[in-house]
């Protein structure tokens, strides 16, 4: 199967009422365990690489890493995907190394901490889009600013993220905004600021409406009914994970995530990706752990990463079941890039 766009596999997503989760990868045991359960799923995938992990793998390893999966698993639709880029030359250098879709995350400044205007957003994004479709490469574009509206602060977890306290009207989508955004810069999808933030923290208590506002999502998409809706920051913070990583040495302290309930709900308002990163990397570093833990003479990495791989199988598998993406494999029929440059 040859990659896809974003802009073909949300399409497809929207026709048949399911959504598609965008798991991160820096290495070949993550693809492996995404890939691994995509195919026992027969469903589509979204990959997504942080500018953090091109610069981790480094982009000729981490290109020739997504060609050797994409023959490995040949029955999956791929969708190789920048995850928050920063400016024009970080999206484009992605789209020479074989990405299909970039996000140009322009609610931050190319700091990746500042807050943007709108002015700033929407010309960074429109001309990131104008190029990514004259390439047939899909584009995602980010109003609001990820943040907590319980502490108002932005999330600086993975190393980027808003610094300062922000007001409710940044922490939240302004949904008549979103719908200028969108027309004013073509993109085929939109991440909603909404309360939630990247990493483990994201929630004191399990959230409900004053805390995670689905609200947005629901109003968004009722003014936009035919724009593919993002939810970043949607790791669930699985209590069980926590409590591996805890009684096997680690130090989580009591947290929430997004629960999958509230996901499927936002699924059933035009939400089409779902960003998730922390969930794996609680599972592959639960499965390090237990070995290493349970086996103190053991220290063959294929051993521990094994168990780690094995827990984030079964994680991206469960998502695939509760998102519906699980069964559309072979629905989809790549359409090359050079074709999709003059469908957008
Ligand atoms: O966007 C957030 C993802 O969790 C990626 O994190 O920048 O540490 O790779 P990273
Ligand atoms: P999590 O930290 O909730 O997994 O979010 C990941 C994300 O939004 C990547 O863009
Ligand atoms: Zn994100």
């Known amino acids: 199967m040859a990659r896809i766009t974003l802009r073909q596999l949300l399409d497809h997503a929207a026709e048949h009422g399911y959504a598609v989760p965008a798991f991160n990868i820096s290495n070949m045991e993550m693809g492996l365990a995404i890939l691994g359960a995509a195919r026992e799923a027969h469903a589509p995938v979204i ?133 200028r955004f969108v027309k004013d810069t073509g993109v085929d999808a939109l991440a909603i600021a909404m309360g939630t933030s990247h990493g483990a923290y994201k929630f004191t208590r399990k959230p409900d409406g004053a805390i995670l506002a689905m609200n947005v999502i629901e109003e968004i998409n009722r003014r936009l009914p035919n724009t593919h809706l993002v939810m970043h920051g949607s790791s669930s913070v ?35 990706k779902v960003n998730i990163d922390t969930d ?32 984030m199988k079964d994680l991206c598998r469960a998502r695939f079941e509760a998102f519906g993406t699980a069964g559309h494999a072979d629905g989809i029929v790549p359409v090359a890039l050079e074709a999709m440059a003059g469908r957008y």
């Open 238 to 272: 699985p209590e069980d994970l926590q409590q591996v990583i805890n009684s096997y040495g680690g130090d989580i302290r009591p947290t929430w995530g997004v629960p999958v309930e509230e996901i499927q709900r936002g699924i059933r308002s035009g939400v089409r």
């Open 47 to 179: 990959l997504a690489a942080s500018r953090g992990a091109r610069s981790y793998a480094g982009d000729k390893l981490l290109a020739r890493l997504i060609d050797g999966l994409v023959e490995t698993f040949p029955e999956v639709p791929v969708c190789m995907h920048l995850d928050h880029g920063n400016n024009l030359a970080t999206c484009a250098t992605a789209i020479q190394h074989g990405f299909t879709s970039v996000m140009m995350d322009g609610s931050l400044k190319e700091d990746g901490t500042t807050p943007a205007d709108y002015a700033y957003n929407m010309e960074i994004t429109r001309r990131v889009t104008e190029m990514a479709h004259a390439c047939g490469v899909s584009v995602e574009g980010e109003l609001g600013v990820l943040g907590s509206l319980e502490t108002g602060m932005g999330d600086q977890e993975d190393g980027h993220g808003a610094t300062e306290r922000l007001s409710e009207d940044q922490l939240l989508t302004d949904p008549a905004e979103a719908e």
């Open 280 to 311: 794996n990397r609680m599972a592959m570093s639960a499965g390090v752990r237990r070995v290493l833990v349970e086996n103190t003479g053991e220290f063959d990495p294929r051993k521990y990463l094994k168990e780690g791989m094995g827990l």
